[in-house]
């Protein structure tokens, strides 16, 4: 990779389930904290929120026509008047980039692409990653004139791009954030645009910075980054939480850098689901067929009242009960806008009568609204205990406490951060950063300065090809006996490059498999990849097995020759973000880098 000296600016997109943000730097100033650029006056934001709303309202032939809160505000305007543009909005359609039967109504589509839905997925990621890099750019020229009104002169081949991802995401995933970074205008090749993984670039940002732990009312601050800690990163998102776990290291004197230790997890199990949660609640009110009717007629009323939860949900109050129980201990109130109410039967406007004295607000009681949370925290509790568990497998029991690090826009809930504390705060320290929900922005920049900040990764699966390998009789099954065209015994086995769990230095390669085309005739070689869950998968099908995508590596200069001096060198460049594919031709001794397609498939 190029060294980022080469570089003088540095850019980080965060393209969030709820928001979406960038900051930015220039190279020589990142070694002071205060560095980093942040955009905080996006139109229509709350005062020092830091992102922008991941939502596009579209014209009727595709072009956008807003983006973030003012889109959310133009199509509340427009679907109020029966949406006589035939416009198309969209919110919070990141979850739409792994689509889950279960989580399906997470992602908001309507107007002219509500029945469309996830077929334009590409096009809307590039409105906002489209917009986040005019706005930096925008940023950028402006910082480039100096007090004396001379101009810098910062020039696009100036400037690397790191987009952050979750670390739940699969290769296809990665691979469509880069496909979109493109079309958007923002360089594509790898020395210019990098993939960080988003807790990972929190824990860049944290293991040099200063933050504060919340352990037994301890708010003291701490410091992650000395040599031999290690932390969890639990990254709390409004879409996932992404969780894995990293060890401070020296080398080269006083050079630090972190290798990770845990096993990257996480789920589904951000904020935007408690607001799915308080979606049913609404339905519960007025009726599941009013609430039906309600959310085609009065989009905008309903908008109102999620956007009133939204704003409550993370500053609920708990409380510890005498059984030691951490519950939360504030009732709630949302308003039911006038729209709305009109269109309620008498059975519901009665129990809104019984439940507030103005008759025009939901009432959520402390109970009512830890039933909404409690699914979701309880999914993160399990997910810490399954990392902590695989920290002391992998790294051995630590002699001292543990600390985990909370960062992201949903670990600013109070009561989130209780459970977590009540749950673990016996063996672990607690900590968040001073502004976690900046972190991984943080970060971002700070990784894309030096990504060898990152040492070494484990795999998150076992890699490897389906290669066509000697037919072993009395241990291959005879079904999958074939031939090659020198009659030779052959079947189809996993050819396994590098196992699950295995720690790998960043951008090492696996030891070569060598390949031989089925033919002297052919022009190139295909090699399907294949991951698994499993450690020792013998075959591609192999249950916890599944295809990866393809790589080609091309053979022309040597069509024609006898199969034996075709033979090829295969191997993974593993550790990095990304998955790469690395190829020698033994006879003439170059090198190809393969080009990779990645499948949509993912792991049952």
């Not at 080469?6 to 220039?26: C, H, M, N, Q, R």
């Not at 005062?47 to 596009?56: E, G, H, P, S």
Request: proline share 5%.
């Amino acid at each position: 990779m190029t060294h980022t000296k080469e570089f003088k600016i540095v850019v980080a997109l965060d393209f969030g389930t709820y928001g979406s943000g960038f900051s930015w730097s220039t190279v020589p100033e990142l070694d002071r904290p205060d560095s980093t650029i942040y955009h905080s006056a996006f139109s229509g934001a709350p005062a020092n929120y830091r992102k922008n709303l991941t939502a596009v309202l579209l014209n009727a032939d595709g072009t956008l026509r807003s983006w973030g809160f003012p889109a959310r505000d133009d199509w509340k305007h427009a679907a109020a008047a029966g949406n006589p543009a035939n416009l198309g909005y969209a919110q919070r359609f990141k979850m739409s980039i792994r689509p889950e039967p279960e989580f399906e109504d997470v992602p908001e589509y309507a107007g002219s692409l509500a029945d469309v839905g996830r077929s334009k997925l590409l096009p809307l990621i590039v409105h906002v990653l489209r917009m986040l890099r005019e706005a930096v750019l925008e940023q950028i020229a402006a910082a480039s004139v100096q007090a004396g009104g001379q101009t810098i002169g910062y020039k696009p081949d100036d400037i690397r791009w790191c987009i952050t991802v979750p670390a739940i995401w699969e290769e296809h995933e990665k691979a469509l954030m880069r496909q979109a970074a493109m079309e958007a205008g923002i360089p594509g090749d790898e020395d210019r645009l990098i993939i960080a993984i988003e807790p990972e670039a929190a824990a860049v940002f944290c293991a040099f910075h200063q933050s504060i732990s919340l352990t037994h009312d301890q708010r003291s601050q701490i410091n992650l980054g000395i040599v031999g800690n290690r932390f969890m990163v639990v990254d709390c998102g409004g879409g996932t939480v992404d969780i894995t776990a990293y060890k401070v290291g020296a080398v080269d004197g006083d050079r630090q850098g972190l290798t990770e230790i845990g096993l990257p997890g996480g789920g589904k199990l951000g904020s935007e689901y408690v607001t799915l949660a308080f979606r049913k609640v609404m339905a519960d009110w007025f009726g599941a067929k009013a609430m039906a009717a309600i959310a085609a007629k009065h989009p905008e009323g309903v908008l109102a009242m999620e956007t009133e939860w939204d704003r409550w949900k993370v500053d609920f109050a708990s409380r510890e009960t005498s059984s030691g129980e951490i519950v939360i201990d504030q009732d709630r109130f949302v308003n039911v806008p006038h729209e709305i109410m009109m269109n309620l039967g008498w059975h519901a406007k009665r129990r809104l009568k019984k439940a507030s004295p103005t008759g025009s607000r939901i009432k959520m009681t402390a109970a009512d609204s830890q039933a909404l949370f409690d699914p979701i925290v309880h999914g993160i509790l399990e997910k810490i205990q399954q990392q902590l568990d695989e920290m002391i497998r992998h790294d051995g029991q630590n002699p001292g406490r543990e600390r985990i690090l909370l960062v992201g826009g949903f670990a600013r809930s109070e009561y989130l951060k209780a459970k977590i504390t009540k749950r673990f705060g016996d063996r672990v320290d607690v900590v968040v950063p001073l502004d976690p929900a900046i972190a991984v922005l943080a970060g971002a920049v700070r990784f894309a300065r030096d990504p060898s900040v990152i040492w070494a990764r484990r795999s998150k699966y076992t890699y490897g090809f389906a290669l066509n390998q000697p037919f072993e009789p009395g241990v291959d099954n005879a079904a999958r006996l074939e031939r090659d065209e020198d009659k030779e015994a052959r079947c189809t086995r996993f050819a396994i490059a590098v196992q699950r769990g295995e720690t790998v230095a960043v951008g090492s390669q696996t030891p070569p498999v060598m390949v031989v085309p089925m033919s002297s005739a052919h022009e190139n070689i295909s090699l399907d990849i294949y991951a698994s869950t499993t450690a020792s998968p013998r075959y591609p099908d192999d249950p916890g097995c599944w295809q990866l995508g393809s790589v080609k590596v091309p053979l022309k200069e040597t069509v024609g020759w006898s199969r034996e001096k075709r033979k090829v060198a295969v191997s993974f460049v593993v550790g990095k973000t990304t998955i790469e594919v690395v190829a020698t031709d033994l006879h003439t001794g170059k090198r190809h880098k393969g080009t990779v397609t990645f499948e949509e498939q993912y792991p049952e």
